[in-house]
């Protein structure tokens, strides 16, 4: 009897150990791994040119891969949520995005995590669905997030993700290539992080110079901001080489640092400073650079519970950083209240001299 009971008790012991050592196994041998530049494809190339000395204007939207609305929390920041309500709110927060997106009137369109068939929301091709939707642009696709199976949070896994940046041009584009970023978590952790990259665009302008659009994503919950530093080295390095050239320079998108000429003490809330997230290094990029911000709309809130107003810590942490031969005509945040998205999207209008 005694030894029926081992060996029950070992077999108890030996099955969950067994199937975690095969699905860490599988996980490996799927792991996205990205060379450090992969150039992308397009589709709905534009041929219209830019033309110096005329304004244009860019909008960067952080859309949550539409599920993170006004009623949702997030694990990764202390809620406990990783999907989005259903299906038809999933729908419904995209719809939103793209409303607001055929109204603003941006000759380009950097978006953020945006979802291809993800488990989180509820396999709908996203990226394929703004396509559809803003027919008059050319349309660049870079995976971010590349994961078969991330079986947290336990309760409610997030599951297959397939996410990442969306650029959108009604401009015409020498090449777009997605440049790899350093800084990776140990594994197995990093088995279930972003690999993260940025879309760098290439738009011939009208004088012979080119506008080098970069559509980016930085991490956000790394202990410290040790992988948060490795990749703004990076940036900054590729800056320096590409203001070199005297191109023309503008690096918009979501850079989960609380930026420059911004404070989130501006915006009622009664919660506290969130640890994650960092204010954004003062000595980064080449001399004469300049942040496109709007300091008076947050374009972030806190996701450890749903939204509600006055409550929930608000920042600045989407807009823009260009060369010092871009003129910044406006910039400006647009407050949706968060209904649709956990972000805010900003728009800048811009003139290259």
């Known amino acids: 009897m005694f030894k029926k009971t081992i060996k029950w008790l070992l077999w108890i012991v030996l099955i969950p150990v067994t199937l975690l050592a095969a699905f860490l196994i599988y996980a490996t041998l799927a792991d996205y791994k990205p060379p450090a530049q992969v150039k992308l494809s397009n589709e709905n190339q534009q041929s219209n040119i830019i033309k110096h000395g005329e304004p244009f204007k860019i909008t960067t939207f952080n859309i949550g891969y539409a599920g993170l ?6 694990f ?4 406990t949520g990783s999907r989005a309500a259903s299906k038809e709110q999933t729908e419904a927060n995209l719809e939103s995005a793209i409303g607001f997106l055929s109204e603003s009137n941006s000759e380009l369109i950097l ?7 993800s488990s989180r929301s509820y ?6 669905r703004m396509g559809n939707s803003l027919q008059d642009y050319d349309q660049t696709f870079a995976y971010n997030y590349k994961v078969p199976w991330v079986p947290v949070p336990l309760t409610q896994p997030m599951g297959a993700v397939n996410s990442g940046l969306l650029t959108l041009s009604a401009f015409a584009a020498s090449s777009h290539t997605r440049f790899d970023l350093p800084g990776k978590e140990s594994w197995p952790v990093q088995l279930f992080e972003l690999d993260r990259g940025f879309i760098e665009s290439r738009l011939p302008v009208d004088n012979g110079k080119e506008l080098v659009l970069v559509n980016l994503h930085l991490s956000a919950f790394d202990k ?3 992988i948060r530093k490795q990749q703004l080295d990076f940036l ?7 203001d070199n ?6 690096v918009g998108g979501d850079w989960n640092h609380s930026l420059p000429t911004t404070d989130p003490e501006a915006f009622p809330a009664q919660q506290e400073w969130p640890e994650w997230l960092q204010p954004f290094p003062e000595t980064f990029g080449p001399d004469g650079y300049q942040w496109a911000v709007d300091p008076s709309v947050p374009t972030v809130r806190t996701l450890d ?21 871009v003129e910044i005509v406006q910039v400006a945040g647009t407050s949706l209240a968060f209904g649709h998205s956990d972000h805010n999207p900003v728009t800048g209008t811009f003139v290259l001299q």
Request: aromatic share 12%.
């Open 123 to 128: 396999k709908i091709d996203e990226a394929q």
């Open 69 to 74: 609305d006004r009623g949702q929390d997030f």
């Open 236 to 242: 900054g390095g590729y800056l320096e080489q590409e």
């Open 245 to 250: 050239k005297g191109n023309y320079i503008i």
């Open 224 to 226: 410290g901001g040790r």
């Open 111 to 117: 978006l953020q995590e945006v979802d291809r068939k």
């Open 305 to 325: 519970a749903a939204y509600e107003e006055g409550v929930n810590f608000l920042a600045v942490i989407d807009g823009f950083f260009v060369s010092s031969n």
């Open 76 to 79: 990764m920041d202390g809620g």
